[in-house]
């Protein structure tokens, strides 16, 4: 015999909410390509784009390649690769900075 919310407030009990049930992987995912587009793994992105999986995650890590997480496993939208791959990149290596000492004998040397 279950007692209502009412009953309870009369004999001074707490009333505990319902809690929602948890979504399911399946529905969350199902919700996630709802909201961003077709959902793609990292590992299919790698074998598309000519990279290895460890290049992937550090696009994701530096966050260059937007990701979502659903149930512990991340997943990209299509959308966000397809702007990854459309961004302009300078080839090459990145510039090297001048160390402080040269920049200061450069100073008194003109």
Same mark, same amino acid.
């Given at each position: ?15 505990? $909410?319902?809690? @929602? ?5 399946? &529905? +969350? ?7 961003? #587009?077709? !959902?793609?793994?990292? $590992?299919?992105? @790698? ?5 290895? &999986? +460890? ?7 530096? #966050?260059? !390649? ?24 300078? !080839? ?19």
């Amino acid at each position: 015999m279950e007692a209502s919310a009412e009953q309870a407030e009369f004999f001074g009990f707490p009333v505990i $909410a319902e809690q @929602a049930k948890p979504k399911s992987a399946l &529905r +969350q995912y199902i919700d996630a390509s709802e909201k961003h #587009g077709p !959902l793609v793994a990292p $590992a299919m992105i @790698a074998a598309a784009i000519g990279v290895s &999986r +460890q290049r992937v995650w550090q696009f994701i890590n530096e #966050g260059r !390649l937007p990701s979502i997480v659903i149930c512990g496993d991340r997943w990209i939208p299509a959308t966000s690769l397809e702007m990854f791959l459309t961004e302009e990149r300078r !080839l090459g290596r990145p510039c090297k900075q001048p160390k402080f000492s040269k920049l200061f004998r450069a100073a008194f040397e003109k």
